[in-house]
């Protein structure tokens, strides 16, 4: 028996490898597994589907597969853009920055609320002997709450309500600023090791301006198709689909930042003009396929050597990131209008670690490798427990806020 489960897992995990004669069978597997499981802890259990995802990921990873050695084949890589590249793209288009003018202490509690997760897990992993290079890395991993896993979870069940337009707004927030944190990290680094100080300053400078571009082009491009077609409408979300995989290569292809792109789109779409935008379930049943891939990727970001290595670090880690969000939610919240019930369900909605934080740790692992190789077993363990577990956060915030339907509660 046991035996017969160790061959079903290798046979899963070959799907990591995206390569040989069983990266084929390997890929239906996953998707087999991450669908059927997906779907029996969101009938059964009433979890989010994502769960069921990290599962699938989390036991091939325990086979030896997975991207635990932080290193993500390209085709991986390709999957783990274009999925996040989709949620980022329809987050962006969710949130509308005026309310950030009305309400502007909701900017400051979002400012604060990243400003002290850096500095207090910095301080941790000091305290813990890290060198300050390898601190403010793990820092600024820690700054960004997943998007997509608030996205997904939101998403799915129904959820409407403060605590759900907070979070996405600050969940987008978050996202800026860890792209902008990630970029002057890499400058700092880029300067340690004896490299020329104006390029140092420039390349990051040359990121968000490509990024806007790009961002910008893409979102006027999806205004004119909207203009004269239902986005609603299969052939027009192919359409969309297809911009928005250009625009991905097109990022990729002057190297910017793959995370910034599709978020600014989003926002520029949503904040040029006051109609409304409805966008298809998961774009589509492509859109699906990869939002499963996504999380299942993500879900095998870890290995037990890493875990065993920098798992206790990791989770010192989380615990002071987790700390300074609530304390910095739970302060501020009041001026912006939150109640104390209110303030409590972003600060738990704001605990997952997901895609995003895995896309930077590549980001540092293909320009600093021997760096970023030291890091992992912090870095990948944190974001893979939590994935699971910051899924798990983000329905209990949202179910104690009553912003869940009685139907799906």
């Known amino acids: 028996m046991v035996d017969a489960l160790t061959q079903a897992l290798s046979f899963l995990g070959a799907a990591f490898a995206w390569e040989g004669p069983n990266a084929l069978l390997g890929s239906s597997l996953v998707m087999i597994a991450g669908a059927l499981i997906g779907e029996a802890v969101f009938r059964r259990l009433g979890l989010p589907r994502i769960v069921g995802y990290s599962l699938v990921g989390m036991a091939a990873a325990a086979t030896g597969y997975g ?10 890589r390709l999957v783990v853009d274009l999925a996040l590249a989709l949620l980022l793209f329809e987050l962006g288009a969710r949130v509308h920055l005026r309310w950030l003018r009305t309400n502007p202490f909701l900017l400051v509690t979002s400012l604060a609320e990243a400003v ?36 997904r979870v939101a998403s799915e069940f129904g959820a409407e309500g403060q605590v759900t337009e907070r979070v996405t707004m600050m969940s987008a927030l978050n996202t800026l600023y860890g792209v902008f944190a990630s970029k002057l990290l890499l400058a700092w680094l880029d300067l340690d090791t004896g490299q020329n100080p104006v390029q140092a300053v420039v390349h990051p400078l040359y990121v968000f301006a490509g990024s806007f571009l790009i961002a910008g082009l893409l979102g006027f491009a999806v205004a004119k198709v909207a203009r004269g077609l239902d986005l609603r409408n299969e052939n027009s979300t192919l359409l969309l689909l297809g911009l928005i995989t250009l625009a991905l290569a097109l990022t990729k292809m002057f190297g910017l930042s793959t995370l910034l792109m599709p978020l600014m789109a989003g926002l520029w779409l949503r904040n040029s003009t006051e109609r409304p935008w409805v966008w298809p379930r998961h774009f589509g049943t492509a859109g699906g396929v990869l939002v499963l891939m996504l999380f299942v990727i993500v879900g095998s970001s870890w290995s037990v050597e890493g875990l065993a290595t920098g798992g206790m ?61 030291q890091l992992a077993p912090i870095a990948l363990s944190s974001i893979a427990i939590m994935e699971l577990l910051g899924a798990l956060a983000v329905l209990a915030a949202l179910r104690s806020a009553h912003e869940i339907a009685a139907r799906r509660a």
Do not use: E
Not at 67 to 73: A, D, E, R
């Open 67 to 76: 991207v635990g050695n932080g290193t993500m084949p390209t085709a991986v």
């Open 116 to 151: 002290l997760t850096f500095g207090v897990v910095y301080l941790a992993m000091r305290w813990l002997g890290l060198d300050a290079s390898s601190s403010a890395a793990v820092a600024v991993l820690a700054v960004p709450a997943s998007p997509a896993v608030i996205a």
């Open 313 to 373: 670090i990791a989770l010192v880690a989380m615990a002071a990131r987790a700390a300074a969000k609530g304390t910095a939610v739970l302060t501020l919240g009041w001026f912006s209008g939150q109640s104390l019930r209110q303030s409590i369900g972003v600060s738990l909605a704001l605990t997952p670690l997901s895609a995003t934080a895995l896309v930077m740790y590549s980001d540092l692992q293909a320009s600093h490798g021997n760096f970023a190789g």
